[in-house]
Every structure is written in structure tokens, then in C-alpha cells.
């Protein structure tokens, strides 16, 4: 079993806010020499261009994080787990480059080039504090999609536990899969 923690968009997100309770996890995490994963679907769910996440942007570049990329076999369990789960289709945006699954240094990390996005109007109803966040409330077949794929980073690790502010998503898709809930 790899001793690993996998983060998830809402963990990012809690970084990106400066969640106390994000910090003290990924101290203990670091002092218990937990590699910290982060699967790249996750950074595009929750990145945005322009300066505002220039926090968020320093933690990802951080050498000693291992990202975890998507690849045929990895495709394949995620096909099959949102199968079990009762989702029939990832829908065609949720489907991304094949790439070679290999947990790789930041320091190999190249931001790609980011559109700027159009900030949410805080008098909008039921929108969101985070971009991403409301990207995902429109979409739920590609956050299942970012869920299932997350859930089989963990199980590739030997069932580690996944940090995430929707536990019930997750757990509605591996009720085996150990969360800690930020």
C-alpha cells in the first residue's frame, strides 16, 4: 500500500481559501511523509486564468506533490465504476487526452496558456463563491466523471484517503474508499 493522500477539487479549493483545517492536514500529511496526489483532471476543474489564484498556482508547482494523469486502463476502471454507480454516459466534455498514468514531479509542470473567465456576479442567486464550483453545479455528469477518476487514483494507491468537501459523492461511488471531509 502507498502511503498517499489524494486531493480532490473541493481540497484545492480549501487551499486556495487558506482553510486552516486544509493546512494542518497537509502538515501532518508532510511530517508523516504521505506522497500528496493531485489527479490533473482536478487542477483543470479548479484553475482559472488571470492572478487571483496565484496562491493555489505556488502550491501545485511545489516539487514534492505527485499528479496523476489519465491513461487507457484508468479510462476503462472509471468507465466501469460509473457503471456500477448507475451513470451511463461521462459525456463528451468530461473525455480528456490519453496521457501516460505516471505520478511525475511538479517541477516537470508547464502551465498551460489559461483564458480569462468572467467573474460570477455575487447577486446571483444560487451561484457559487468559486468559478469551478459553478461550472460544477451546471455539470454533474463531468463532477461524477472528476469523482470516479478520483476515486480510482485512491484505489491505485492502495485505497488511500481522498480529501474532499463532498464526502456522499464520493462515497455513493466507493463506500470502501477512506474521506476525510474539508
Not at 53 to 66: C, E, K
Not at 103 to 122: C, E, F, K, M, V
Not at 138 to 151: E, T, Y
Request: aromatic share 2%; net charge negative.
Amino acid at each position: 500500500m502507498t502511503a498517499a493522500l489524494v486531493l480532490d477539487a473541493g481540497a484545492l479549493i480549501a487551499i486556495e481559501r487558506r482553510s486552516t483545517r486544509i493546512q494542518a492536514l497537509l502538515v501532518q500529511a508532510r511530517q508523516r511523509e504521505l506522497s500528496i496526489v493531485v489527479p490533473t483532471p482536478v487542477v483543470a476543474q479548479v484553475i482559472r486564468g488571470g492572478g487571483r489564484q496565484v496562491g493555489l498556482r505556488r502550491f501545485l508547482a511545489d516539487s514534492a506533490l505527485r499528479y496523476a494523469d489519465m491513461d487507457l486502463t484508468a479510462a476503462l476502471e472509471v468507465g466501469a465504476l460509473l457503471g456500477a454507480s448507475g451513470t451511463s454516459d461521462v459525456g463528451e466534455d468530461a473525455l480528456i487526452n490519453h496521457v501516460p498514468a505516471v505520478a511525475h514531479s511538479a517541477g516537470d509542470l508547464q502551465p498551460p496558456a489559461l483564458a480569462p473567465y468572467d467573474p460570477i456576479r455575487p447577486q446571483d442567486p444560487g451561484v457559487a463563491a468559486h468559478p469551478a464550483e459553478h461550472v460544477l453545479a451546471r455539470n454533474s455528469i463531468d463532477q461524477r466523471f472528476l469523482g470516479a477518476f478520483v476515486a480510482v487514483c485512491a484505489r491505485r494507491l492502495g485505497g488511500c484517503p481522498v480529501v474532499t468537501s463532498d464526502p456522499d459523492d464520493l462515497a455513493r461511488l466507493d463506500s470502501n474508499l477512506p474521506l476525510i471531509a474539508v
